[in-house]
């Protein structure tokens, strides 16, 4: 199926424009809509399978059109794809849409984390506040409460043009006339994209349990020699002399934690060294935030493991202003 497809490619809620702006960095023509991207191009499938970090499924669009014509749209999609093929209608207004898993299995599973915390940060939603914040890998990382290790790993990967489903194969591989040679080529021109991490990618955490998991979970990744991990309190992380992105999911009170408004002041005390450095920030809706000494510049709203809550991102954390004298 190397003619240009069609498809629909699903994210956590908020991240759509991001999703679709990383389609279209790989090459495809992508549009956000409401819980994903559309997005269309030769081995579309592929690209979007094998090279989208942000989404969490993909789908082929097979029949758009009015409603009417949904049963003799049906009748062909199981002719092409076998009686026994799973396929999604959806209907609206007096349209419908015939739609067929690509993947298989969800994206966000990318194989290399057989172990997990307490609260583990989806790889999807992990890529996705990276790519929020404008993350290309070359600058210094720094997750000072990693946990399990997500984000750290999703900016190792990301900072070595790891495409993220090249150890994978897809349920769109064994469709009746798939091109194979055209997923191959795919396949080959991402692998041809990997390099060394160009910038320092730290991570620290101050339970040593979790930080052996992450460090575990690196080493099923292939990922141990481009991480460096250290366990120490968040207030006291290292910070590269190079200014880059500090990115941290700090317990909101939902997960396990023995003292939250502790994390967070630690967390307050680490931006306050953080001179130069841009910030994403998953906070939940009440505003913990306010204890950090600096006001975001954005904030998005997204889901994590299905709790409410705003990515927010800061351009340049550092020291709270000198107070103004008052009146002499």
Known sequence: ?????????????????????ELRGIGLVARAVPGGAEA????ALALACLGSRVADAVALRIFEGPERELSA?????????G??????????RGTATVSIDAAGAPLFKRGWRPRVGAAPLRESLAAGVLLAAGYDGSRPFVDPMCGSGTLAL???????????????????????????AATEAVRARLASLARSAPAPIHASDRNAGVLRLAQKNAAAAGLEGVIRFARCDAAEAELADEPGLLAVNPPYGLRLADDVQAAWRALAALFERAIGWQAAVLAPDRPLERVLPAQPCSAMRVRNGGLSCRLLLYRAPGPR???EDGPR
Do not use: Y
């Open 1 to 21: 199926m190397s003619e240009r497809e069609r498809l629909f490619a699903a994210c956590a809620p908020g991240l759509e424009e991001v999703l679709a702006g």
């Open 40 to 43: 269309s191009g030769a081995s």
């Open 73 to 81: 749209a049906l009748s062909a999609a199981r002719h092409r794809f």
């Open 83 to 92: 009686s026994g093929a799973q396929l999604a209608v959806r209907r609206h």
């Open 154 to 180: 999703e900016a190792a990967a990301l900072a070595a043009r790891r495409a993220p489903g090249l150890g994978r194969t897809f349920a769109f591989e064994r469709w009746p006339g798939h091109d194979r």
């Open 321 to 323: 202003p000198a107070p």
